[in-house]
């Protein structure tokens, strides 16, 4: 079980006790005295926090205005349900599969996962409301039973060696950016011949101060030879590439949200989109 000194955890709790809203706090308390905190106790404490804190509701409302728009209900990436049947199926779940969605957000994958194909998910996520909306959400469409939700570090995950049959990551840049860390915690909770799936927006060269104007993130995402790299350094064995369905569902956001610049980065393909499947 992690342990609030580890240094993951410290970063994490330091952004949530700089950033964070009442509900954080009360959830970093209650992670630094137990380590991990699970849905039941994610539930408790609200209450708790909201008899407390009345006026707290008004964050909530405007956090489920803001993020939780109706879209966000298919997932929280390029090419919504599509998307995920794609991964799902490259990665071979069933309905014996244990998938663990690392950064499930809202729980949208979580929730799809577990009502087409019946398998079990864990979604974790570092933002308290996120994965109290994800309950919320989860619990009212009766699919409790197959996904649930932790607030966690993915940097120090609170599960076991060997844990999952799949570990899913999915247009999730998770922070503070150190994919070499991130892999490795990945590849500790795989089981043996168990897969690691993600989708992710990439570079695939370096890009000018003009290109990332105003989207300094685009910087920080990973070079697409140099993942290759990374996810075999981790002790995965690659099986496949995809970087033409994921650009196009990425290409197709843009041009909907009217990122023009960013869709224009594509177009040159200094931008592409990729699903990798590897196998421990
Ligand atoms: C863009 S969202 C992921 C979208 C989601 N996978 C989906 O398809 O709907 C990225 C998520 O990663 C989470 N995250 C970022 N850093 C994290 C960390 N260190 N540990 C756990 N979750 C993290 C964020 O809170 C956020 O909810």
Redesign the pocket.
Known sequence: MAKTSDSGHED?IRSAILGGSVFDIALVRLLAKKGVITQEEILAEMRTVQAHHPQEDMALAGYTEDDCRSD?EL???AGGSRATRLLAELAGISAETSVL??????G??ARQLAEVYGCSVTG????FL?VFESVKRTKARRLDNHATFML????KMPFGDEAFDVVW???????PFNEERLLAECVRVLKKNGVFVCQQGMRTEALSEEDTRNAPELQRRSLLDEYRFLLEKAGLTIEKVDTEAPTRYDMDFCETRGHAKRLKLYQERKLIAAIFVARK
Not at 169 to 175: D, N
Request: glycine share 14%; net charge negative.
């Open positions: 994490w966000t997932g929280w990436h969605d690392v950064g499930s957000a809202l949208g994958s974790l996520d570092a933002d996120r966690g570090n993915a940097f990551r999915q247009c999730a840049p998770i922070t």
